[in-house]
């Protein structure tokens, strides 16, 4: 069984830069698809980018396309969400997941295709 932890929020000015990590243990992830989603308050959960099982191709939330970068260290069993030029908008929990089953990276967009979930991270851009 794997274990998602994701840290490395917190309280950032807007324009700042923050870098999530999600390190998972229990087993390699190195098989699986991975995504960061975000659920401000209030709001539903929704998706933020993800990532393949070799980290060679990536998708993102056109609200983020730019302005993060995901990406993954098989050797580390972890994933990293590397978020610039901040914005008071991008204030959620972060929560990063995993997908067992293989589909077409765009699919990765819904919540309801992947397995395993982190209990999140606090993610605040004051203005």
């Known amino acids: 069984q794997v274990q998602l932890v994701e840290s490395g929020g917190g309280l950032v000015q807007a324009g700042g830069s923050l870098r999530l990590s999600c390190a998972a243990s229990?087993?390699?992830?190195?098989?699986?698809?991975m995504g960061w989603f975000r659920q401000a308050p209030g709001k539903e959960r929704e998706f933020v980018a993800a990532v393949n099982y070799s980290g060679g191709s990536t998708y993102y939330a056109d609200s983020v396309k730019g302005r993060f970068t995901i990406s993954r260290d098989n050797a580390k069993n972890t994933v990293y969400l590397q978020m610039n030029s901040l914005k008071p908008e991008d204030t959620a929990v972060y929560y990063c997941?995993?997908?067992?089953?293989?589909?077409?990276?765009?699919?990765?967009?819904?919540?309801?295709?992947?397995?395993?979930w982190g209990q999140g991270t606090q993610v605040t851009v004051s203005s």
């Open positions: 997941a995993a997908a067992t089953r293989y589909y077409s990276l765009s699919d990765y967009t819904y919540d309801g295709l992947y397995d395993i």
């Open positions: 229990g087993r390699t992830i190195r098989r699986y698809s």
